[in-house]
């Protein structure tokens, strides 16, 4: 299984970016896809998911400007990013929970694959 986020750049607060996170493997559509983030000296903490039913849940530090979205015909994931904000830069990486969200969506043990990371810099 290979996840290849890409998307990320360079953008100035209250600008918008998508991220996509494209994904090899043919159960894509039975895997819980979450977002997290990563800042220069912070741990890698959650952003959004999106289960297999496309129900959705975000950080409150991101709900009402960012949105999750999947493509199960592309096994790709999206995260549009509205309204964006200085401290919202960070490395991003998609991530793949294969047992279809048995675990915490919040945690990163949940997760089974990870995407190499794309990096997000919003200037002030």
């Known amino acids: 299984v290979q996840l290849q986020a890409s998307g990320g750049g360079l953008v100035q607060a209250g600008g918008s970016l998508r991220l996509s996170c494209a994904a090899s493997?043919?159960?894509?559509?039975?895997?819980?896809m979450g977002w997290f983030r990563q800042a220069p000296g912070e741990e890698r903490e959650f952003v959004a998911v999106?289960?297999?039913?496309?129900?959705?849940s975000y950080a409150d530090s991101v709900k009402g400007r960012f949105t999750i979205s999947r493509d199960n015909a592309k096994n790709t994931v999206y995260l549009q990013m509205n309204s964006l904000k200085p401290e919202d830069t960070a490395v991003y990486y998609c991530?793949?929970?294969?047992?279809?969200?048995?675990?915490?969506?919040?945690?990163?043990?949940?997760?089974?694959?990870w995407g190499q990371g794309t990096q997000v810099t919003v200037s002030s």
């Open positions: 493997g043919r159960t894509f559509s039975s895997w819980q």
């Open positions: 999106i289960r297999t039913s496309g129900s959705t």
């Open positions: 991530a793949a929970d294969a047992s279809g969200g048995r675990g915490s969506y919040t945690s990163r043990r949940s997760y089974d694959y």
